[in-house]
């Protein structure tokens, strides 16, 4: 199934405790409050669509990345996404709101877990306390089915 998986990539950014998230103001995931991230474009790789999408969403410049996750979403057992996660401490600029993203920081130890997709709850704490995870969740119309498999490890 991963050969069918579109590649796409979520960072998280992490500065005093307090982390980014945004919300998605359109497209996939409106309403939902998420970190930044998006679709790999043709010719491009994983790490560089992390970067572009950070800068085209809240406006900044990451200078390097942490992988801390691999997570095929599967939604109607046909549709497979395979998110790159990252986490940087290691970014220059303020965060700006753009047309698809409204960046807030959030303490990470209070993250709103009923504003987040059903998943993050299962994966997002671990990774922010320098975990990485390796995970595989079903959805039914993106609305979470089960977690199949799920493999916390430290670094």
């Known amino acids: 199934m991963f050969s069918e998986a579109l590649n796409e990539t979520l960072v998280y950014l992490i500065k ?19 970190g930044v991230g ?10 560089d669509c992390a970067v572009r999408e950070v800068k085209e969403e809240v406006g900044l410049k990451v200078k390097s990345l942490k992988k801390r996750g691999v997570i095929l979403f599967i939604n109607n057992k046909v549709e497979h996404i ?7 401490d290691d ?15 959030i303490d990470k130890e209070k993250i709103p877990f009923d ?3 059903g998943d993050d709850k299962f994966w997002l704490p671990h990774i922010l306390n320098g975990g990485f995870v390796y995970a595989e969740f ?10 199949l498999i799920l493999k916390k490890s430290k670094d």
């Open 91 to 105: 970014f220059e600029g303020t965060p700006k709101e753009s047309e698809e993203a409204k960046p807030f920081w």
């Open 16 to 34: 005093d405790d307090k982390v980014l998230f945004i919300e998605k103001k359109r497209g996939f995931g409106a309403g939902f409050i998420n």
């Open 138 to 147: 079903e959805f039914k119309d993106w609305k979470l089915v089960k977690p």
């Open 38 to 47: 998006g679709k790999v474009e043709a010719g491009e790789t994983i790490e």
């Open 82 to 88: 395979l998110v790159h996660v990252f986490v940087s």
């Open 115 to 117: 504003k987040t997709w």
